[in-house]
């Protein structure tokens, strides 16, 4: 159903069927409520709270070299704060830093590059540039797209961006 709720519960078991057992966090207000606070109670997730991006993003390319998964979870705004750091540590170190973006202002059902916001609307020419994989996380069906993008980057030893349109329930 094309308008059916996005569901933190559906987030966090593909999630944890990727292989993540290591949330690297930044609140945000698209998915703190209702994503991060319930991983913080999960037992089989552990999260790792950092004050920066680029600090996750190295935290996570740290777990990689020691047979870890994680993910990091972030706002749109430290995504775009941490391009350096995603450029020289994940695409050009090689690292498969697995992110899940969250699109704070994004309008229900409008295309992030069609947002009124500038900041949205550079998001994903921004990752087309860099040549990092990503994908919009918006609707129900849509969760199935975690697994897949999580394996791959693994598979690459690359970068992957989920960019989560709406605040899960």
Do not use: W
């Not at 740290?62 to 972030?74: D, E, F, P, S, T």
């Not at 050009?92 to 409008?110: A, D, I, Q, T």
């Amino acid at each position: 159903m094309e308008n059916a709720p996005l569901k933190a519960n559906d987030i966090i078991r593909e999630v944890k069927r990727a292989g993540v057992r290591f949330v690297v966090a930044l609140p945000d207000r698209v998915t703190s409520e209702h994503l991060l606070k319930p991983m913080l109670r999960d037992t089989e997730l552990r999260v790792v709270q950092v004050c920066k991006e680029d600090e996750g993003i190295s935290v996570c390319s740290g777990l990689y070299c020691a047979g870890q998964r994680a993910l990091l979870l972030i706002q749109y705004t430290g995504l775009l704060d941490s391009l350096n750091a995603m450029r020289g540590v994940a695409v050009e170190g090689r690292n498969p830093v697995c992110f899940m973006v969250g699109l704070l202002g994004k309008e229900p059902g409008v295309p992030p590059t069609q947002s009124k916001k500038y900041g949205l609307r550079i998001v994903e020419p921004v990752l087309d540039t860099m040549g990092i994989e990503h994908h919009l996380i918006e609707r129900s069906e849509d969760v199935g797209k975690i697994v897949t993008a999580v394996d791959g980057a693994y598979e690459r030893s690359a970068p992957v961006v989920m960019l989560i349109g709406r605040e899960p329930i």
